[in-house]
């Protein structure tokens, strides 16, 4: 092999004609303005589209800016001060900055070519999670804010009324980066860190300039002319009151939809975005008895969207995270309040200091003419196959014995979907299974602070006796019972370069441990089919039970992908019946 490929190289032409002469970079901005974001971002490409070059949306990118702050608001809480990490560690953000995206819709010159779909940042993260290389991770992760949660380091808060330190239901946001001595194995696991999450704030949100040390190189000020995702305190010129991030987040198009995947150079291209964004207000009690802190509550959550981006530090007994020393001799209540924004604060009129307003940026290439006209002679009518997704969700009632739960499901999803790609299955804990303070606030684990969902799924919520019926057809011969049949039959392959058949080259996030704990996808590839089927409409039917351990109510969110067709001119850009 070693002497093949020596020949191979030596023996290789040196003469290249390069197929571009120019390659620029440009970016054009939203079209909110103000920096007034309530919810929805538009943009669109005309000024991309009259350039007269080439854009790559295989290689473009949104970016964000995004203000996030932490403020006391009662007197018991004036004084926000904190034991042993940083206070820079007291919030981060999930998994991936595709959480800012609630559902987005695309338009090719006016046709639509990505529906708008609810919950799409759930999706993202699984073809995140199936495609990426640890590589790719190690290269993009700070750069899109994507770093898995640890997959068995979950939690379940008291459901009850009563205090819980920890916070209250599905937890997952203990920062601790030391493991505890008494971790072995299976063993005591809900007591780790969520090493995941504690790599997210050092990469992308707990940078403190104001450090020794730091402080020698850069300031705050120098971090938001250069970009620089960081920490500061009394942005309102008082040092305790407030705690405030500063952060720019990198979506890429080809994470958000196959569509821009798929998509070649295209010259005179018209695409107009709206995306619907996941914006948050969460209010938060922590109490004191007996001169300690005992509780930790969730009162309030206001989310435009459907998701909150934000984790709040984690409150384990060694105090790392988020442990404000409540400033009062007495016993009581303090109370703190959570917000991100995009852009711009608008209860303290505080603005990102980079930028105000979202950005699509893509490169634009000018052609060599000899490679250009090879180029269209090859490609100029391109039909372009991709995939977009259809959301739906069952909710499920579990009884039995305490701790052996379990409730059975069997759902017609769909009347009829023309082709057909795969389901995919993300199990959850019930909104009503998910009270998040001691007094109400009962709500999905996606919009809580203290768990990973939808980064991870709710951990160990298993399907048994599942199947899948396409047109009233099994999908499995036999009914899936086991975690090895949905990993190994199944997930293994799903998105993995190669379909994982060349151990030795490989990609995919989920191994069998993460699958076990809290990346339980359930998921069926529907695509083998004659020609002739491509275009018929199918019904899609779910049927299974789910073991739910405690948990009474469990959501199963489910995505649909089918495949969609666009023919277009590349010259042009027209869009071609």
Known sequence: MSDTYVYESSN?????????????????IDQNGSSQYSGQIQLDTSSLSNSG??????EAFFNIPIVMRLTATSPAAQNISFTNLTPSFACGLKSGYFNLIHSISVEYNNTSVVQLTPYTNFYINFKMLTSMSRDSLA?????????????????????????????????????KPTLPSALNGWANIAQGPNVGFFTRQVQNTAFDPTKTGTSFFISASQCGVIGLNYFRKGELGDDTNSKWWFITATIQL?????FFQKIPLVKGAFLRFIINSNTVEH???????????????????IITGGTTPVMIGGTDEAGEGFRPVIDTAEDGEATYEIVLSIA??????????????????CPLYQFNPVQEEQYLTLNKIKTIKYTDIYQYQIDVSCSGTPGSLQGSFNNLITNGIPNIKSVIILPFIGASSNKTGKVGAQIAPWGSIFASEPSTNSPFISLTNFNIQVAGINTFVQNENYDFEAFKNELISMNALNGSQVQELDSGL?????????YRYYVADLSRRLPAEDKVPKSIQLLGTVQSGTISNVTLMVFIEWEKEICIDLETGAKLV
């Open 254 to 258: 080809k994470n958000i939809s196959d």
């Open 12 to 28: 290789e032409t040196q003469l290249t004609l390069e197929p571009f002469v120019n390659r620029q970079v440009v970016y054009v």
């Open 283 to 301: 209010k938060i009690a922590v109490t004191k008895e007996f001169g300690d802190l005992v509780d930790i509550s969730v009162t309030q959550n």
């Open 344 to 361: 711009r604060d608008q209860k303290y009129g505080v603005s990102h200091p980079t930028f105000q307003n979202c950005r699509l940026y």
């Open 510 to 518: 989920i191994g069998y441990q993460e699958f076990q704990g809290g």
């Open 139 to 175: 290269k993009y992760s700070a750069l899109l804010g994507f770093y898995p949660d640890s997959a068995l380091t979950f939690n379940y808060g008291s459901q009850d009324g009563s205090n819980s330190l920890y916070g209250h239901g599905s937890i997952n946001n203990r920062d």
């Open 53 to 58: 070059k080439y854009a790559s949306y295989n």
